[in-house]
């Protein structure tokens, strides 16, 4: 397992594992037990291309650790996909469960592929080709894959129809994130902006800002476009903005809309009229309320920490900071972060109540959904600042702290077998 660390991700994710584990006191045995991936698989399988050629793709599925019940976490399909980067997500997915209260370990999935590149035909061919891979590793007990970059409804939809037909009968609680006619719950594709929209409106009140809020977003993906559409909504403007094809920035504000319109017609925010285009590196540093990083990991790291220029670092992406930029961060105190494992977890929070519905076969209003998710999320922010303030570490290390106290503790009272 070792040549993990190789991977800067997986590096990453170690080394803020081992800054919280000695904050913590955990002994090196159970830092032993508790850091490395369960299991982790690895396919390679064939897929048949629209011009009659057959390409191999690689793929991975890593299920974090199994002590509080089945493990759950996105699918990935990126070109930089890779085994560590994807035993990275796994175990942040762990923390991420434990601090929120989900009954579920961490888990993560990906195939190294370009899908804006790839037609309809092919892309089915290859979310069929590698969710029979996983059979045996599967299944609404055991592990529940769900969408995250590169993915979506209707590539769930793919993948628990191919599970179900293996089965032999229709099995909706396999995946979460799929299409609501076939078992999935409303409000899950806007359940992750919408959760970091709530939070950033929390944080701001808390920190008595005024309005309204000036936003950079980085990423405009269902995330990021989703987080700042609710915030605009609710009176903030959006300032700042980029995705793969360049970044945008207007001090006098972007129109929502607008933006909306003209990336869905073009399939890019470059080339928008209404804004300037800003180097993706520099919009970062522009002065603004909020930052919402919303794309990949790795982002704010020891080059752009001190330049930043925001009151609330709104972390919509998984890992998008750096542990040296973190120090940083703890330093300069006066930017407010919400961790990853908050900020982004409304996502796997209402995952968790598609599973409930499917397993229970009685589904929710958007209402319930949404009202539920708040509740969670506000008494989590809440328990992460008190335990911040009382124990004065970072917002970081507190979410990070009671997640994996929780994980700790169960594999503590599990004990080992045989
Ligand atoms: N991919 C999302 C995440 O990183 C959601 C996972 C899920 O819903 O299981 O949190």
């Known amino acids: 397992m070792e040549f ?6 997986f590096a990453m994710a170690c080394e803020q594992f081992h800054r919280v584990a000695s904050f913590l006191g955990l002994p090196e045995k159970t830092r032993e037990i508790i850091k490395w991936p369960q299991r982790s698989l690895t396919v390679s399988f064939p897929v048949k ?60 999935g990906g195939v190294a592929c370009k899908p804006s590149e790839m037609s309809k035909k092919e892309l089915e061919g290859l979310t069929r080709r590698y969710t029979q891979e996983l059979i045996p590793f599967i ?11 590169g993915t979506n409804e209707q590539i769930m939809a793919w993948m628990m129809d191919t599970y179900s037909m293996q089965v032999g009968y229709t ?29 950033v409106k929390k944080v701001s009140e808390i920190l008595k800002m005024p309005n309204p809020l000036r936003i950079i977003v980085q990423g405009f993906g269902n995330v990021g476009s989703v987080s700042v559409r609710q915030l605009v909504e609710q009176g903030a403007v959006l300032i700042g903005v980029s995705d793969l094809s360049g970044a945008l920035y ?68 998984n890992g998008p900071t750096t542990p040296e930029a973190d120090k940083i961060l703890e330093e300069r105190k006066d930017i407010f972060v919400i961790p990853d494992i908050l900020c982004n977890s409304g996502g796997v929070i209402v995952s968790y109540f598609e599973w409930v519905q499917d ?60």
Request: net charge positive; with cysteine; proline share 6%.
């Open 171 to 199: 099995a909706p609680g396999v995946v979460t994130g799929k299409p609501v006619t076939i078992g999935g719950s409303l409000g899950r594709r806007e359940a992750t902006g919408r959760g970091v929209a709530f939070l």
């Open 359 to 418: 397993m229970q076969s009685y589904f929710w209003s958007e209402r319930e959904v949404f009202d539920a998710l708040y509740r969670i999320l506000s008494a989590t922010l809440h328990s992460i600042m008190k335990f911040s303030h009382e124990r004065k570490v970072s917002t970081r290390i507190a979410a990070l702290s009671l997640g994996i106290k929780k994980v700790a503790e169960a594999k503590e009272m599990r004990g080992v077998f045989p």
């Open 139 to 149: 299944g609404p007990q055991k592990d529940i894959p769900a969408p995250d970059i």
């Open 250 to 317: 207007n001090p006098k504000g972007i129109n929502c809309a607008h933006l909306c319109a003209y990336k869905e017609k073009t399939g890019m925010l470059a080339g928008f009229p209404e804004a300037d285009p800003i180097d993706g590196f520099d919009l970062l540093c522009q002065r603004c309320d909020v930052l919402i990083p919303a794309a990949k990991e790795r982002v704010i790291t020891k080059k752009n920490a001190e330049k930043l220029q925001c009151r609330i670092l709104a972390e919509g992406a």
């Open 49 to 108: 291309m629209d011009n009659g050629t057959i390409r191999m793709f690689v793929g991975y599925r890593v299920q974090h650790h199994l002590a509080l019940g089945p493990t759950k976490g996105g699918i990935r399909f990126d070109p930089d996909v890779t085994l560590g980067e994807i035993s990275a997500l796994a175990m942040w997915m762990s923390w991420k469960c434990a601090l929120v209260g989900l009954p579920f370990g961490g888990a993560k």
């Open 4 to 9: 993990l660390l190789s991977d800067p991700t």
